[in-house]
């Protein structure tokens, strides 16, 4: 009686693990079929993945401010033209970017806003938990608070001149309402224009733009009370804390 008991129990145990083997390969072969769990974390990562390089990124932030051609891209990127056209390529495969032929130009821009708020999130990530990049931006805005105060978007009132230093091309897809366009390399010739006494705020495409601050800080040490806004087209249209007017 007690070696039919333990056979029995032997057997069970046998049978037990051989159901859990056929469960795992089971398993095992769900993950890795077309449609399995693996499959949707590869395709997620694909779109991660296209987000992984900073000319890339570059590119993106051009794009929220408008379409543009490709060669318009590389040269606003200081990039080549194949490289661009690659890196574009990516954004377009992972769905991020979409493109229309114009007779001989191919133009790109962002698929949506939504993608400006993936863009925003990473880089909020990014700022508050990699310090190394906020420590490059810094370095990059080259300017002090103290020459270029900011301002928040919320504070600006109509009494203020707002004034956006991104090329025209830009400025006529989207800006600020009541914003004035005078380019960065206008500014010079055209600074007078300004009112005097004139509270002035300047932008440009984003947090990462330094546009901005240096304009800002130019005008004011020719005696012109500017403050810069960091947050840009962007932004305002990853949180549409702006209604963007169109030219």
């Not at 390089?53 to 060669?71: D, F, I, K, P, T």
């Not at 105060?149 to 203020?160: E, F, H, K, L, Q």
């Amino acid at each position: 009686m007690l070696f039919r008991s333990g056979h029995a129990m032997r057997r069970a145990h046998s049978e037990a693990l051989s159901s859990a083997m056929l469960a795992l390969c089971s398993m095992d072969a769900w993950n890795s079929e077309s449609g399995g769990k693996e499959s949707v974390f590869d395709s997620f990562a694909a779109v991660v993945k296209a987000l992984g390089n900073g000319r890339r990124l570059e590119l993106m932030e051009l794009m929220a401010q408008g379409e543009h051609s490709v060669e318009t891209l590389a040269r606003m990127a200081g990039m080549g033209l194949t490289s661009t056209s690659a890196h574009l390529q990516t954004l377009k495969r992972a769905g991020l970017v979409r493109a229309r032929r114009e007779r001989t130009s191919v133009l790109y821009q962002l698929a949506g806003d939504d993608v400006a708020e993936l863009y925003t999130a990473a880089k909020r990530v990014a700022l508050t938990r990699y310090p190394q990049l906020r420590q490059a931006l810094d370095d990059y805005m080259g300017y002090s608070e103290a020459q270029a105060p900011g301002i928040d978007p919320s504070a600006v009132t109509s009494a203020m001149v707002v004034i956006d230093v991104r090329p025209r091309q830009e400025y006529e897809a989207a800006h600020f309402p009541a914003a004035i366009s005078m380019p960065q390399d206008e500014l010079e010739e055209r600074y007078r224009e300004l009112p005097d006494g004139a509270e002035v705020v300047v932008y440009c495409r984003g947090e990462l733009c330094r546009m901005a601050r240096e304009a800002a800080a130019w005008l004011r040490e020719r005696g012109v009370d500017a403050r810069a806004m960091d947050e840009g087209v962007v932004e305002w249209r990853a949180t549409k804390g702006v209604t963007l007017s169109i030219a």
